[in-house]
């Protein structure tokens, strides 16, 4: 028996912040949507694939959504917890209601409108929608990379930063965090406080900053020229670490908020790693060459037994898994899309992208009002 056809204005994929953010745009607008997730609940990122001692790592009025702002009484950088509960009263503002349990099978272009074939369990459901907006994000699938001797020969455990909570049941054991992003630095950090000997894989320079000087730099760069920022911020980083060089934290060689819009990379915040380094209590170390048993062989030569690696390495997209990629002319082959900012939310033929500009939160409402608007417009 065939599906019956469900039709709506709007369909939108994921309901992440970037989700909610687009539906609540568009109900304030009074344009019908629908949104489908694949979990069995909205930001699953944040309440089931997240570490416990996670806050955000920009002050808040950095990280609302469109139309809402914090509470007053909000600490200046939300927990964990406290983000979710904005969520979840942001979505009930709104009037934001997903369908759960929906996984995106195809999503493709015919007679003018999007045909979107979704899993429901057992059963299947076809959406059809004048706009699509793609809101699954950059970090929709956890990325292991490919280690000689991993999935064949290590002894222990490893697991993605998405399935860890806390340091508790590595209490006392040798682990190896491989990342040094701010999952990976906070991920090493915490672990240290359960009493286990940790080593951080630092692969590549990164520029480690505090939440203050991040903040600072954020609102100099209303006034003052990228470059002439960086600089101030270089030498406030310096202060409080000094030469971070000497524990195997290069810096790259530009500043961290050009690196930041050159390669979309920002700049890891720290929460009290580097003095753990500094201390000897975490070791940094360099990329794995391969892996025997439990022994961990690294590219310069040295070896090191771990029971535990945790791997901090990112996400990738999945969006070219279920969409037609040509037939909006928005996204490339690896799920990111073809357009640099400020134009890499809008394709063709009525499809968008939410919250893949690498501006994190604040991207996302700037992408959620963009998208909202154009549609209103059309």
């Not at 953010?21 to 609940?41: D, F, G, K, Q, Y």
């Not at 670490?241 to 934290?249: E, H, M």
Request: a neutral charge; one cysteine or more; charged letters at 25%.
């Amino acid at each position: 028996m065939e599906n019956e056809m469900i039709k709506t204005q709007a369909l939108i994929i994921g309901a992440g912040p970037a989700g909610l953010a687009t539906s609540a745009c568009l109900n304030r607008l009074n344009i019908p949507n629908i949104v489908v997730e694949r979990e069995e609940c909205s930001a699953s990122l944040w309440k089931r694939r997240s570490y416990d001692c996670l806050k955000l790592h920009l002050a808040k009025h950095y990280c609302q959504l469109p139309h809402m702002p914090f509470p007053p009484n909000t600490p200046t950088f939300v927990s964990k917890l406290g983000f979710i509960t904005y969520l979840d009263e942001y979505a009930t503002r709104f009037n934001v209601s997903p369908r759960y349990n929906r996984n995106v099978e195809s999503a493709y272009l015919k007679d003018g409108r999007w045909i979107v074939e979704v899993g429901k369990g057992a059963e299947r459901e076809v959406y059809s929608a004048e706009y699509l907006v793609v809101a699954t994000g950059e970090n929709s699938q956890g990325v292991i990379p490919e280690i000689p001797g991993l999935a064949e020969r290590f002894d222990g455990e490893y697991l993605h930063s998405s399935e860890y909570k806390n340091g508790e049941k590595f209490a006392g054991k040798h682990v190896l965090v491989v990342g040094s992003g701010n999952s990976g630095m906070e991920i090493a950090y915490d672990i240290s406080n359960w009493d286990a000997d940790v080593s951080l894989v630092v692969h590549s320079p990164v520029h480690v900053l505090t939440r203050e000087i991040v903040r600072i730099g954020m609102w100099l760069l209303r006034v003052f020229p990228v470059k002439l920022v960086d600089r101030w911020c270089l030498l406030l980083a310096k202060l409080r670490f000094g030469d971070t060089s000497r524990y195997g934290l290069l810096r790259p060689d530009k500043g961290p908020f050009m690196n930041k819009l050159v390669t979309g990379r920002s700049p890891t915040i720290d929460v009290g790693c580097v003095d753990e380094i500094k201390a000897g209590k975490i070791e940094v170390v360099p990329s794995i060459k391969r892996i025997e048993g439990k022994r961990v062989v690294f590219v310069d030569g040295n070896t090191k037994r771990v029971d535990s690696i945790v791997f901090a390495t990112g996400y990738m997209s999945s969006v070219s898994k279920w969409l037609q990629v040509d037939d909006g002319d928005l996204f490339k082959e690896n799920g990111m899309p073809k357009r640099e900012l400020p134009d890499h939310w809008k394709g063709e033929n009525g499809l968008y992208s939410v919250g893949f500009g690498r501006q994190g939160l604040a991207g996302i409402t700037r992408d959620a009002q963009n998208v909202a608007r154009d549609i209103a417009s059309l």
